[in-house]
T-cell receptor
Framework: NAGVTQTPKFRVLKTGQSMTLLCAQD?????MYWYRQDPGMGLRLIHY???????AKGEVPDGYNVSRLKKQNFLLGLESAAPSQTSVYFC????????????????FGSGTRLTVV | GNSVTQMEGPVTLSEEAFLTINCTYT??????LFWYVQYPGEGLQLLLK?????DKGSNKGFEATYRKETTSFHLEKGSVQVSDSAVYFC????????????FGSGTRLLVRP
């Protein structure tokens, strides 16, 4: 009963390097999300997906790309990392929007702490 | 637009003190409201929820009542413990027009022995 699993948990990148963060969920959730958390700014939505093969932009999508080739996985890519992308990244998932499931909210992963130097 | 406003922290209390963390929201329609808690080094966990006006969500001694007339969802606990030290996030989710949770900026609570 793993829930939402994020890998890696920590990473240090040099400016200009690329990397992919992996999020995997085993709850058969339709929706998945990537957030970043910065001090004093709460959580900001980067990208989200409402189903396999679909993605959409959130509040702060620039510099990131995502893919959802399988329902259980949601990948966040940084093509050319910048120091401004130093943050803690959280993945979350939820059931599709319906009256039955609306009140369950999200299930979050434990986060990936990324430092870009 | 839709938004959530929380009181700024940190909130520092002594053990067994009464806790209130204020949360107000702006939204059209009838959102569902949530409190999430984030313990150090961990992800967010759902603490409690309310889906309609006058509902009271409760869990682990925490309570919050959905007040539509004041657009508020304040978090309360009668006697805090050191283990309650964490960051608390208020959030809303609209039913018909959004897939997304909208979070407040979070309030850090520090409970001293």
């Amino acid at each position: 009963n793993a829930g939402v699993t994020q890998t890696p948990k920590f990473r240090v990148l040099k400016t200009g390097q690329s990397m992919t963060l992996l999020c995997a969920q085993d709850m058969n959730h339709e929706y998945m999300y990537w957030y970043r958390q910065d001090p004093g700014m709460g959580l900001r939505l980067i990208h989200y997906s409402v189903g396999e093969g679909t993605t959409a932009k959130g509040e702060v999508p620039d510099g990131y790309n995502v893919s959802r080739l399988k329902k259980q996985n949601f990948l966040l890519g940084l093509e050319s990392a910048a120091p401004s992308q130093t943050s803690v990244y959280f993945c979350a998932s939820s059931y599709a929007l319906s009256r039955q499931y609306n009140y369950y909210g999200y299930t979050f992963g434990s986060g990936t702490r990324l430092t870009v130097v | 637009g839709n938004s959530v406003t929380q009181m700024e922290g940190p909130v520092t209390l002594s053990e067994e003190a009464f806790l209130t963390i204020n949360c107000t929201y702006t939204a059209t329609g009838y959102p569902s409201l949530f409190w999430y808690v984030q313990y150090p080094g961990e992800g967010l966990q759902l603490l409690l929820k309310a889906t309609k006006a006058d509902d009271k969500g409760s869990n682990k001694g925490f309570e919050a009542t959905y007040r539509k007339e004041t657009t508020s969802f304040h978090l309360e606990k009668g006697s805090v413990q050191v283990s309650d030290s964490a960051v608390y996030f208020c959030a809303l989710r609209r039913f018909y027009s959004s897939y997304k949770l909208i979070f407040g900026s979070g309030t850090r609570l520090l409970v001293r022995p």
